[in-house]
């Protein structure tokens, strides 16, 4: 499985951003996607995470700002972010797993920077 993120960039403090991660090659058809994010000096973090039964879940630091969604074919993920903050700059990564858990996942994408600016 391959992962494409796009979507990253430069915004300011209050504006918003809408990340994409196109997954390719053998997809299981019961799979969890998600976005995570790593700031300097900091450890990697679940940012949000879906089903392909459309199942969601978020961080906290980042419930009723950004919404996490995918595409009819369940091939691409995205993650809208809405009034962003300084502190969610850092790098955001897509990835992918076989079956339900939003943990333990096999494929990773490259990262996409994201900076919000104060």
């Known amino acids: 499985v391959q992962l494409q993120a796009s979507g990253g960039g430069l915004v300011q403090a209050g504006g918003s951003l809408r990340l994409s991660c196109a997954a390719s090659?053998?997809?299981?058809?019961?799979?969890?996607m998600s976005w995570h994010r790593q700031a300097p000096g900091q450890q990697r973090e679940l940012v949000a995470g879906i089903q392909s039964g459309s199942r969601t879940n978020y961080a906290d630091s980042v419930k009723g700002r950004f919404t996490i969604s995918r595409d009819n074919a369940k091939t691409t993920v995205y993650l809208q972010m809405n009034s962003l903050k300084p502190v969610d700059t850092a790098v955001y990564y897509c990835?992918?797993?076989?079956?339900?858990?939003?943990?333990?996942?096999?494929?990773w994408g490259q990262g996409t920077l994201v900076t919000v600016s104060s």
């Open positions: 090659g053998s997809i299981f058809s019961i799979n969890t």
């Open positions: 990835a992918y797993r076989r079956g339900w858990n939003y943990y333990g996942y096999e494929y």
